[in-house]
């Protein structure tokens, strides 16, 4: 069950919403925007020194708004993020420093939408960059396709020779499954939204983001957005940097911690998810079995043996071949491609072992496998 969204209003909310009222029964008649165009930000952050300043400092630059708040949620950290914050908060008053003890991003989220006093709410991720028009865009998407949530492409973008190759796995198919956020496509429904621009009030309704989640929460609650008549709606004109995982302890858990979520999903809602997500529990589940087939083999002898051994062997071929055919075709420096080799079947068996643990037991505790 998710946690309710608390109704009471930390602050006053804006006197002249930026949108007029598209709720399901008039979300097909085309609607304009009002003269003002404002919004609330949040921002959860968690050990996020190295991106944090960036972020929030994106949002500060957009342009074409009338007022905008920042309000960034701040997790125990145990860098300095918090010092970071901070000072931002002392350099410009919009950005509103508030405490997230529990740490989880679906808890961020809900005390963000609960204190936020605009009718629009944009949820930003601690390592984004967004580009200066990015919330005056979107709410106007918002207008114009009587959406109830509008997110676009997560670029990812790195510095590293390790960034740039993870950053080259999260913008391909190879690398994260091909969903229309992550690798583009054309304008018009979706079935979620990266990051999210969204209205307050429809957000209320279905009782905000799930809290029982602290990986997943967006996917899960654009399908509960959907389920109550809500339009999510993909703009390629939002595209935001993002800034990858810096090397491979980091990467393993981010994606472990991915899978084990998704996992849990699955427990919840069985098939009715795209199919993708079963593919890397699906290869780990080949991987293991070919290697109880080549290790028993020569202990059984024979023309069974000869079959053991090449059923045990296709898997690893075939996803071998496949992992340097796909390395050897992207359009990367010889660095960058050498270490998809590695940085692919990471990404893969850390998300499908993860994945294959949260099916088989739920995650206990709002940070449990949260993956920092």
């Known amino acids: 069950m998710s946690a309710p969204v608390s109704p009471v209003d930390a602050h006053p909310r804006d006197e002249e919403p930026v949108l007029l009222d ?11 925007p009002t003269a003002r165009l404002v919004a609330s930000f949040v921002i959860p952050v968690l050990n996020e020194e190295r991106h944090i300043e960036a972020a929030i400092r994106s949002v500060l630059a957009q342009e074409e708004l009338d007022d905008f708040e920042v309000l960034v949620l701040l997790g125990r950290s145990r860098d300095r993020s918090a010092e970071i914050v901070a ?3 002392d350099e410009d008053p919009r950005v509103r420093p508030i405490a997230n003890p529990r740490n989880a991003i679906s808890v961020a989220m809900n005390l963000g939408i609960a204190e936020a006093r605009h009718p629009v709410v944009v949820r930003v991720d601690a390592h984004s960059v967004l580009p200066p028009l990015y919330a005056a865009t979107a709410l106007r998407t918002l207008s114009r396709t009587g959406a109830v949530n509008v997110g676009g492409r997560m670029r990812a973008e790195g510095i590293s020779r ?3 190759a993870v950053a080259w796995g999260y913008n391909s198919p190879a690398g ?6 992550h690798t583009g496509g054309e304008e018009g429904p979706a079935e979620s939204a990266y990051l999210g621009v969204f209205r307050r009030e429809p957000v209320l309704a279905i009782g905000g983001f799930d809290e029982g989640l602290s990986r997943g929460e967006d996917w899960e609650f654009n399908r509960r957005l959907a389920e109550a ?10 595209e935001v940097v993002y800034r990858p ?17 998704r996992g849990e999903l699955i427990r919840r809602l069985g098939t009715r998810q795209p199919m993708r997500y079963f593919v890397p529990p699906a290869l780990l589940v080949a991987l293991v079995v070919g290697f109880g087939l080549l290790v028993s083999a020569p202990f059984v002898g024979g023309s069974a043996a000869a079959v053991m051994l090449a059923l045990g062997a296709s898997p690893f071929v075939v996803y071998g071949a496949w992992i340097a055919g796909t390395a050897a075709r992207a359009d990367v420096p010889g660095a960058v491609r050498r270490r998809l080799a590695v940085i692919l079947p990471t990404m893969h068996l850390a998300w499908g072992a993860g994945c294959i643990a949260g099916i088989v037991k739920a995650p ?9």
């Open 245 to 261: 995982r810096p090397n491979m302890p980091a990467l393993t858990r981010q994606f472990h911690a991915s899978g084990r979520w």
């Open 162 to 164: 390790f960034e740039q």
């Open 176 to 181: 994260l499954g091909g969903a229309i956020y």
């Open 364 to 372: 206990r505790g709002h940070n449990s496998f949260s993956g920092r």
């Open 229 to 238: 008549g809500g339009i999510v709606w993909f703009d390629p004109e939002l």
């Open 22 to 32: 598209v709720s399901p029964e008039t979300s097909d008649r085309v609607t304009e």
């Open 87 to 89: 000072a931002l908060a």
